[in-house]
């Protein structure tokens, strides 16, 4: 599909202690495997592979085979451990017990993890050992070839310890990459940005209407995050079914990878997406069966998925550098609240793209819109020439005044380069 990147939730031994079962039940049955999030068993920890998956060299192979096909691994770095994670025989010291010699279990309200446990960064003999043991798992999957980090919740972690961890790593491996998985307040999501994070989750996933869509991409093109925050769109994670997903079907599936894909330099996806997977827990923003109790196997030729458009898109987005980055956005007039309707430029200007989307998977949607004659200086009944890029087709547009017809059922947007007639392609 013309992805650059194959990103792994945790490789490693899974935990057997309060192990949980199918959608997340407090009783795991003997063939469930667990949640990957609760790290650890007598296999190994955190710079152990699952025995299922293979060995350390079946990883190199696969680590190899992606660099053939153009493709890098990241992992997730989660410091969390599950109750039998061998940290917690060798270094007790690390946790914080209670008077009856118990541990209390994740939470991220309200969320609970019944089977996993958290490290205690500031107990007496952490600082440095078990602040370094985390430092070297780093470096130990990136002396295996891994440059991205995407790392679980990072918010409720020491600001200090991240601080510390990135400039040592980088130190060592200057293009290490370190995504930030927080879903928080601003202030603590941009504080996390500035303290080294390369890159960072959005609210993107919950923006659905122009309005809050406008509003949010110009804080971070034109406030105070344009200068530090890298923000990365991704349309759904393991964690994450949102609610729009759930009930616009197969068109919604492509208005989101269209909005991603256009609107930020940094884009992903949870495997599943490009099925249009949308069956949710009622009233919940997860997914029923999840992936992250049970194991699933797909059929990636199944009638609707949208794999084509994907890769058409995905195409588009190497093949215009104004498509990477967030910046050099600037959104115009649509007369539909309906569409969505901007334009993507390098700084010199020599690759603009406009863009219109529809935000409605229901219903076709007209809309005139501007054609920013203007940012060349150039009159309200000028001419451009335009290569329509979703149907490799050059025509032109006279006048600012133009009108575009959107349809859900084929594709609800729509991608133009521009230039002025003459100019050289």
């Known amino acids: 599909m013309g992805f650059d990147t194959l990103y792994f939730p945790p490789i490693h031994p899974i935990g057997r202690v309060n192990r949980k079962g199918r959608n997340n039940s407090l009783k795991a049955q003997a063939d469930e495997p667990g949640s990957p999030y609760a790290i650890g068993a007598a296999e190994g920890g955190h710079d152990a592979i699952h025995p299922e998956l293979g060995t350390l060299e079946d990883f190199r192979r696969l680590r190899d085979a992606a660099r053939a096909h153009g493709l890098e691994l990241a992992l997730d770095f989660a410091i969390q451990c599950a109750p039998d994670h061998p940290w917690l025989k060798e270094h007790p010291d690390w946790f914080s017990w209670r008077p009856d010699g118990s541990l209390r279990y994740a939470e991220n309200p ?221 959104f115009h007039n649509a007369f539909n609240d309906q569409v969505i309707y901007f334009s993507k430029t390098t700084p010199g200007r020599d690759n603009v793209i406009l863009v219109a989307i529809s935000l409605d998977p229901f219903h076709a949607q007209d809309a005139d819109i501007e054609v920013p004659l203007w940012t060349w200086g150039q009159p309200d009944d000028a001419a451009l020439d335009v290569t329509d890029l979703l149907h490799h087709h050059r025509f032109v547009w006279t006048g600012k005044r133009q009108h ?22």
């Open 110 to 330: 309200p969320k609970k993890y019944e089977d996993i446990v958290n490290v205690d960064f500031y107990a007496d003999a952490a600082i440095p050992d078990l602040w370094m043991a985390l430092r070297d798992v780093v470096i130990f999957w990136r002396k295996e070839g891994v440059r991205s980090f995407r790392v679980d919740n990072p918010h409720t972690k020491p600001f200090s310890f991240w601080e510390w961890l990135i400039k040592d790593v980088q130190a060592r491996f200057p293009d290490t990459i370190f995504l930030s998985e927080a879903f928080t307040q601003p202030k603590i999501m941009n504080h996390l940005a500035k303290i080294g994070f390369t890159q960072s989750y959005t609210y993107f996933t919950w923006r659905t209407a122009k309005a809050e869509l406008q509003a949010y991409l110009i804080e971070l093109t034109q406030g105070p995050p344009r200068d530090f925050f890298r923000p990365h769109f991704f349309v759904n994670t393991p964690d994450i079914n949102p609610f729009f997903l759930q009930r616009s079907g197969r068109a919604g599936f492509l208005i989101r990878a269209a909005l991603a894909t256009t609107l930020s330099g940094l884009w992903g996806m949870y495997s599943g997406f490009e099925l249009c997977e949308a069956a949710p827990i009622p009233g919940r923003e997860e997914y029923l069966d999840s992936e992250k109790y049970q194991l699933r196997q797909r059929d990636f030729s199944q009638p609707g998925n949208i794999i084509r458009e994907i890769t058409q898109l995905n195409q588009l987005r190497r093949e215009n550098p104004a498509l990477h980055s967030h910046l050099g956005l600037s």
């Open 404 to 425: 575009i017809h959107l349809e859900p059922t084929t594709l609800p947007y729509a991608i133009w380069r521009i230039r002025p007639l003459g100019a050289q392609p």
